[in-house]
Nanobody, 121 residues
Framework: QVQLVESGGGLVQAGGSLRLSCTAS????????MGWYLQAPAKQREMVAT???????HYADSVKVRFIISRVNAKNTVYRQMNSLKPEDTAVYYC???????????????WGQGTQVTVSS
């Protein structure tokens, strides 16, 4: 199995910045895409930003320019720098990776436990 541990969430004022990180561990032999998803109250989980192993990034329109995703493959870690935060960015953010592990054929999606980001106005 794969464990994803997120950190860096918290409370910040509008206009402020936060940096989230997420590290995958377990019997991993390969990680393809890594990314961040959000789930606001009473809404479905949606993609915020993803990054391939080769470094290609994809962002939701609502966060382009303000958020920057990056990763360090050797550390199985993905980061997300969030700038110019708005109250509407308040949500639980989940880390995701598509990983292959020893003993199981193919890659599967794994999720972190989520980290709360609250932006006050």
């Amino acid at each position: 199995q794969v464990q994803l541990v997120e950190s860096g969430g918290g409370l910040v004022q509008a206009g402020g910045s936060l940096r989230l990180s997420c590290t995958a561990s377990g019997s991993i032999f390969s990680i393809d895409d890594m990314g961040w998803y959000l789930q606001a109250p009473a809404k479905q989980r949606e993609m915020v930003a993803t990054i391939t192993r080769g470094g290609s990034m994809h962002y939701a329109d609502s966060v382009k320019v303000r958020f920057i995703i990056s990763r360090v493959n050797a550390k199985n870690t993905v980061y997300r720098q969030m700038n110019s935060l708005k109250p509407e960015d308040t949500a639980v953010y989940y880390c995701n990776c598509n990983a292959g592990i020893y003993g199981i054929t193919g890659h599967r999606n794994y999720w972190g436990q989520g980290t709360q980001v609250t932006v006050s106005s």
